[in-house]
């Protein structure tokens, strides 16, 4: 069995990756090719650039109030002859809207509307009923056993259709540009919705 000394073996193009073995060690050739395996893998693995990540982060839409979904559109016509189009939310989603628009106008007060593919982080924090506090001088303090998400209705997607039109003209032209979104529904002691919103550098 041929052996080398460890300090015989050169290995190319491997500059600042530590080789180093215990002194006086002694390799045979089987040792020696799966020790430069190693080592080109780990040359590899080190020199390959991290991937970044193509979004950027443009701005957060915060509103405060009790999040509303959107309601169904029905198309109607005025007396005058003027068409329109009626929201079954009513007054309050109305409301929650304007709210939205106008974090959204805040937030992006000196930002263009943006005109490429966007993705979103959402979240939307629900009122907490009484039952999920404790009772006389402590109804201040949550229970324990209270839940931090919301399951019942309205759901997720709605919340998140409500906001997106209010939205639209202001932080993206277009809703058909929201390409990716990531929506948590959650109890929040001070209820309302954060929106961050981010570019794609591509």
């Not at 050169?10 to 002694?26: F, H, M, Q, S, Y």
């Not at 590899?44 to 405060?64: C, D, F, I, L, M």
């Not at 929650?96 to 000196?110: C, D, H, M, P, S």
Request: glycine share 8%; net charge positive.
């Amino acid at each position: 069995m041929t052996t080398v000394p460890i300090n015989t073996i050169k290995i190319p193009d491997l500059d600042g990756i530590d080789t180093r073995v215990e002194n006086g060690a002694i390799l045979d050739a089987s040792e020696i090719k799966l020790l430069t395996r190693i080592i080109r893998k780990q040359a590899a693995s080190q020199g390959r650039p991290k991937p970044a990540s193509n979004w950027v982060k443009v701005a957060t839409v915060e509103a405060e109030g009790v999040p509303r979904p959107a309601g169904s559109k029905t198309p109607g016509q005025a007396k005058s002859g003027k068409l329109y189009v009626r929201d079954s939310s009513g007054v309050k989603g109305k409301a929650w809207r304007e709210a939205v628009a106008i974090a959204g106008k805040l937030a992006f007060y000196n930002i263009a509307p943006l005109t490429g593919p966007v993705a979103v982080r959402v979240r939307f924090g629900m009122p907490r009923p009484k039952n999920h506090f404790r009772t006389g001088k402590y109804s201040h303090i949550r229970k324990d056993t209270a839940p931090e998400f919301h399951l019942k209705v309205p759901d997720a997607t709605k919340l998140w259709r409500s906001a997106e039109d209010s939205l639209k003209g202001i932080a993206w032209l277009d809703d058909s540009q929201v390409v990716r979104q990531e929506i948590t529904k959650e109890f929040n002691d001070r209820p309302g919705v954060s929106i961050t919103i981010y570019r794609w550098e591509g």
